[in-house]
């Protein structure tokens, strides 16, 4: 390993109390892998882990997850552009339906870890039960608009995410459409990332018909889905009934004139809106 991973393993095999583990950029190979999972044994008092970037195969994304799921204390986990794969998704999906491990864990991040629609079927079967899990980032993964779909779904049983990042998938309007449904009844959910989704109008309509009902989003980044004038016009009209969101993200839609003037005069009615992006006409 070069010297600067072997002096971050080298402390965290010798210090026990070690609460914060990070390795970004470091390649990571097999033999480190090892050395890793023999450390993680002996520590409880790591509260998060971050291992992005590190060029990890399937197998070793398993084999961690494996030693991680047993540490109490873990907060947060991100496995960023790494292979996680269907194989690396269904491990964390059952470590975090377990009673005991990552139970607690509080932040997951995934991006860029290509999925697939297996990984995500199976990620969203655990968090439908899980109750711990505040803040998941799913943004390029390579989800389809079936693996948005089912995710989707899972947020009409979840209770405790707060915050979902799903930028740079393929969700599509069926997507929206499901997501609509989740969150017209979910009441957790406080911040959505759906940027560069292939939304297009119709999907924005579904978006729009969500925002009409739910009250307790408050962040919501539609930026660069394609959206014109007709989906502007709807996202606008919805403004005028909800009373919840703070900030809307409409940057990068080719919106014209017509359509921004129509988000500008929602804003007469809306009082809550505190940033409105979008670009420059």
Do not use: H
């Not at 990571?28 to 970037?53: C, E, F, H, M, N």
């Not at 109750?131 to 209770?159: E, F, H, P």
């Not at 929602?266 to 006409?281: F, I, K």
């Amino acid at each position: 390993p070069s010297a600067k991973l072997n002096g971050r393993l080298t402390e965290l095999e010798l210090n026990s109390d070690l609460t914060q583990l990070a390795l970004d950029g470091l390649p990571i190979g097999k033999v480190d892998v090892a050395r890793i999972v023999d450390a993680l044994a002996l520590d409880t008092a790591l509260t998060s882990v971050s291992l992005a970037a590190c060029k990890l195969d399937t197998a070793e994304v398993v084999q961690l997850i494996s030693a991680l799921k047993d540490i109490g204390s873990l907060k947060a986990i991100s496995l960023a552009w790494n292979k996680v794969g269907p194989r690396g998704a269904a491990r964390l999906a059952a470590a975090l339906a377990q009673e005991r491990g990552v139970a607690p864990l509080k932040s997951l991040d995934l991006v860029g870890s290509q999925l697939g629609l297996e990984g995500a079927q199976k990620l969203a079967r655990a968090l439908e039960k899980n109750t711990t899990l505040k803040v998941l980032d799913l943004s390029y993964s390579g989800l389809t608009q079936r693996g948005c779909s089912r995710l989707a779904i899972m947020l009409k049983s979840n209770r405790s995410l707060e915050t979902v990042n799903m930028e740079g998938n393929s969700a599509g309007s069926f997507g929206a459409e499901m997501l609509a449904g989740s969150l017209a009844v979910n009441g957790a959910l406080r911040s959505l990332n759906l940027a560069r989704n292939e939304l297009g109008d119709r999907g924005a309509g579904e978006v729009a018909s969500m925002l009409e009902k739910n009250s307790t989003l408050t962040d919501l980044n539609l930026a660069g889905n394609d959206i014109s004038v007709r989906g502007a016009r709807t996202l606008a009209s919805s403004l005028e009934k909800n009373k919840g969101l703070l900030n809307l993200d409409v940057s990068d839609n080719p919106l014209g004139k017509i359509g921004v003037k129509a988000f500008w005069n929602a804003l007469d009615t809306n009082t809550t809106l505190l940033t409105l992006t979008r670009d420059e006409m």
